[in-house]
């Protein structure tokens, strides 16, 4: 099924849930500039395109772990031993982190018992996916052992496991107060220095919970009189060791992200009961041991801050990632963002980074005070205790006669039992996003730090989308170059985790159905040395022969690599792409098209006709020019000559194809013809007795029917817009085009496929002949990899705005086609649409601003 992308497409989710990007950034425009979040790039400044599509099938060195479990979603890599630990559902296996599918993994079964499960389906609940051991919990707690904890169905349970020998323990441990019930609830937990920080709603009917348990003393958040958390679901926890080399000696930290119902909202805009979800950071200190008597075993370091990303009150995180580069002063975070449930219709991922000292600055900012009078958070003027409510213990407060939480004085601890949240949120680092895509949800991201040959260190992203996909990419200043998209799993799944393993240079997912471990650069996929320079991968470097991984090369003056530009290092040289140039004849008035792929989407064809560039609108409407070729339409004799095809791509071009075209006159039809076995004509021109009349007449109708297919070809490929493969160029779906045309253009039917090739008819040469030479491009066009490139919007050329006109000549079906689709077939007039949409927008969000401010100031 690999050529029925359209079908692909929308068994993955595309096009069903796809809205029109119109109407996207129309909904997006309003809700930032509504809310007049300061935003100073726009959603289409920030979107990106992956520059290279892998579609599942072209997938190389991908290996696979599965078993008879389900849902492999906790992940534990101890990459010093090589190892990965994997929680799945009934089951812990250990997995040799080399090669994950060397057949040598250990297995521990830990299946809930039939009594747990009894009582889970008394509970009402589901029997295919609650009532299990869904394990969540898989940390290091010391050199032997590991701590484990499952959800038992709905009836948690820890143990500790001995890595040696991973049997199954004897002893367990009640696990309600670390594990959540549910399996699909949102959780966080780390083993600390022995004592285990969880973060859930642990029962159904519970609130939400930060907490530390086993080893310390145990402390939870305060719910009484407010709540410190209001129906939050977490992501993710980050232990950042700021007591290093502290100047103040100050605490180590854990960071919490959730998502949850923001109290502090005034209710003009929402509803009382639609509370609005907002992104959240908390934090609480390592040696945190709650108060004496007010807050005892409580919290006494807990503050939380909004964190904003794009569309403020609308966005959920997905997921977050730190990074620290050695030193926790540089610690950046990483969050994926998506639109929250009410915007369901519309997938839409932000991704935003954050500097610690920003988060750090939200919580020595000012607090909120929750008003009972008019009950209304808002910002507290009033008087500060000390020492500072919420901060960590540190040699200030030691020098105060201060050692420990449980030294502070009541005010300070009535203080901080009232205002756990700040009043600055955290913004971005530069303000705005990396970045906004749309018609995808990244659940998942992982980064890996990379020294570059120009010596610079550059993030590259790993995002794992919900149906099944990874985006890699790079951030280059304050933009992100997606530099390949990859489909790693043929059936649609979300991505549920991802590890990096520098060791193993090895990216392993997660997901329901198994782990995959996908090698973090796959250089040899650039078979060019404008492809190696082009693609901006931090890993890979072009040597003059192939492109290759900097991190095997010792020698490296020869190499050449760009990440900042990503066009310099390869010469301005056709010579390289000496494709074999390829003969195509046709009879005068006949169609052609001559295939053209572009290995990136980023690229754009260009032709060139006896050496002179072919415009878009050369005026006579004789050239086509498609994303995937040129369509020459009513050849002329005139119209022979070499037809060159070149992409065209960040200020590099490189020769992708080359045609000579011949074009014949009608007179030596009769040449040709008599070797096609076709009975039916001999009869009709016994019949007539005045054949050469009748084969014009036929080539007439012939040249007529392959004009629709191809404008209708064209048009089918421009459908499949992202994911699968180009429709020309596949020979399933131009199987399916081709019936028709022997049905009604030659009468016959088995013999295409021996006489496609040989049958020099203009006819049938433009679509079969080419599904040939497309399907396997390796062969034939040295210089181009194999994956077709998605069509895109701002890759549609001019020529096929012009088709529709033609079409509507045509038979009636394909005029209902194009009618039906016009939509997602986008056309220069299209963007130009888009663009005046954005323009009249940006316009609007300015004058609602001022108006805004006459408001205030009247
Ligand atoms: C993993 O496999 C590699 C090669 O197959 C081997 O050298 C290594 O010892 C294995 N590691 C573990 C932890 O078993
Ligand atoms: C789950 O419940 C359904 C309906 O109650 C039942 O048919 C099925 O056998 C149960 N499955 C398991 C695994 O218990
Ligand atoms: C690790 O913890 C387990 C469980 O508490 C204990 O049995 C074991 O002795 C510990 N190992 C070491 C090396 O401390
Ligand atoms: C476990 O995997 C199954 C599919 O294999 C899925 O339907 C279910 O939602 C998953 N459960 C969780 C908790 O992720
Ligand atoms: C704090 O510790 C210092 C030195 O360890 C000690 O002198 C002082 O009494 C302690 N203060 C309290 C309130 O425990
Ligand atoms: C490569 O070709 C482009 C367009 O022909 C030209 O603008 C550019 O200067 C050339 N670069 C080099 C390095 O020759
Ligand atoms: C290309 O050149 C050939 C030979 O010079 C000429 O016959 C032909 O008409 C030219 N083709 C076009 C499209 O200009």
Not at 202 to 228: A, G, N, V
Not at 761 to 789: F, H, M, N, R, Y
Request: aromatic share 10%; hydrophobic share 35%.
């Amino acid at each position: 099924m690999k050529g029925l992308g359209c079908l692909m497409g929308s068994s993955l989710g595309y096009p069903g849930r796809m809205i029109r990007p119109v109407t996207f950034y129309l909904v997006v425009f309003f809700m930032v500039s509504s809310m007049g979040y300061p935003s100073r790039r726009s959603a289409m400044d920030l979107d990106a395109t992956p520059r290279m599509t892998i579609a599942y099938n072209d997938l190389s060195s991908v290996r696979c772990f599965g078993s008879h479990a389900q849902n492999y979603t906790t992940l534990l890599l101890e990459d010093e031993k090589g190892i990965l630990y994997v929680g799945a559902r009934g089951a812990i296996f250990s997995l040799n982190a080399t090669n994950i599918a060397d057949g040598f993994h250990q297995t521990m079964d830990w299946k809930a018992s039939p009594e747990k499960r009894a009582e889970c389906l008394k509970k009402g609940k589901n029997n295919k996916t609650e009532c299990y051991n869904h394990v969540r919990l898989l940390q290091r707690l010391n050199a032997t052992h590991l701590y484990a904890c499952g959800t038992y169905a709905f009836h948690p349970l820890c143990t500790y496991i001995d890595t040696n020998k991973l049997m199954p323990p004897s002893v367990f441990e009640e696990g309600k107060e670390k594990c959540p019930y549910d399996p699909s609830r949102g959780y966080t937990g780390l083993i600390v220095d022995g004592s285990l920080y969880t973060a859930t709603r642990y029962e159904f009917r519970s609130q939400p919970d930060i907490r530390r348990s086993l080893y310390q003393r145990i402390l939870k958040t305060e719910e009484s009189p407010l709540h410190w958390l209001n129906d939050a679901e977490f992501v993710a926890s980050v232990l950042v060791r700021e007591s290093m080399s502290s100047l103040v000696g100050d605490d180590d930290k854990i960071y919490y992200f959730f998502t949850e119902r923001a109290g502090e909202e005034s209710t003009s805009i929402f509803d009382k009961n639609q509370l609005p979800r907002v992104a959240r950071v908390a934090r609480v200190c390592k040696n945190d041991l709650g108060g004496k008597k007010i807050l005892q075993r409580k919290w006494t370091s807990f503050m939380k801050a909004r964190l904003a990303c794009y569309i403020p009150y609308y966005e959920v995180l997905k997921d977050v990632y730190s990074l620290d580069g050695g030193n926790w002063h540089s610690t950046v975070f990483y969050a994926t963002f998506t639109l929250s449930a009410q915007w369901r219709s519309m997938e839409v991922s932000a991704i935003c980074r954050y500097n610690i000292s920003e988060v750090q600055a939200a919580f020595e900012g000012t607090y909120m005070e929750y008003q009972d009078s008019s009950r209304k958070w808002s910002q507290y003027n009033g008087e500060i205790p000390e020492p500072r409510p919420g901060s960590c213990i540190t040699d200030r407060a030691r020098k105060s006669g201060y050692n420990s939480s449980q030294d502070l004085p009541n005010s300070v601890l009535d203080f901080i039992k009232l205002h756990p949240l700040m009043y600055e949120e955290v913004k971005p680092a530069d303000g705005d996003p990396l970045l906004v895509k749309k018609n995808i949800i990244y659940t998942q991201i992982a980064i890996d730090r990379v020294r570059a040959l120009d010596g610079q260190e550059y993030d590259v992203l790993f995002l794992g989308t919900g149906n099944g996909w990874i985006h890699k990419a790079v951030i280059v200043g304050s933009t992100v170059h997606i530099i390949e998209e990859l489909q790693v799993f043929r059936v649609a799944q979300p991505v549920e985790n991802l590890i990096i393993s520098k060791q193993q240079k090895s990216l392993y997912v997660g997901s329901q159905s198994g782990v995959l471990q996908l090698p973090l650069a796959t250089c040899e996929r650039y078979i060019s040395c404008f492809d190696c320079i082009l693609a901006r991968d931090p890993y890979c470097g072009w040597d003059g022969v192939s492109c290759r991984e900097l991190a095997g090369i010792l020698d490296r003056t020869l190499l050449s690599q760009d990440v900042l530009h990503g066009n310099m290092g390869c010469w301005n040289d056709s010579t390289q792409a000496t494709s074999t140039q390829k003969n195509r004849t046709v009879l005068r008035g006949d169609d052609v098209l001559l295939p053209c792929e572009q290995a990136s989407n980023l690229a754009q064809a260009t032709w060139l006709v006896n050496g002179t560039e072919v415009l878009a609108e050369d005026g006579q409407g004789r050239f086509h020019l498609g994303v995937d070729g040129l369509l020459v339409t009513d050849t002329q004799l005139e119209f022979s000559g070499e037809y060159q095809c070149y992409a065209k791509e960040n200020g590099l071009q490189a020769l992708v194809a080359t045609y000579a075209l011949t074009v014949l006159p009608e007179q030596l039809v009769p040449q040709f013809l008599p070797t096609v076995p076709q009975p039916s004509w001999h009869a009709a021109s016994y019949a007539y007795g005045d054949m050469k009349f009748i084969y014009i007449a036929v080539i007439t109708v012939l040249g007529g029917l392959c004009l629709v297919l191809s404008v209708v070809l064209l048009y089918v490929s421009c459908l499949q817009k992202r994911r699968g493969k180009y429709s020309l160029g596949v020979p399933q779906t131009s199987s399916v085009e081709l019936q028709t045309v022997s049905s009604n253009c030659i009468g016959k039917g088995g013999q295409e496929d021996e006489d496609l090739d040989t049958y020099p008819d203009g006819c049938l040469q433009i679509i079969p002949g080419e599904a040939t030479t497309v399907t396997s491009p390796l062969k034939e066009v040295p210089p181009v990899p194999p994956p077709p490139p998605p069509p895109l919007p701002a890759e549609f050329t001019n020529g096929i705005s012009t088709l529709p006109n033609m079409l509507r000549k045509m038979n009636g079906n394909s005029y209902m086609l194009l009618r039906q689709n016009e939509e997602p077939c986008t056309s220069p007039l299209y963007n130009s649409f888009t663009e005046e949409l954005s323009k009249i927008l940006e316009k609007r969000k300015h004058t609602q601003l001022v108006e805004k401010l006459d408001e205030s100031s009247v």
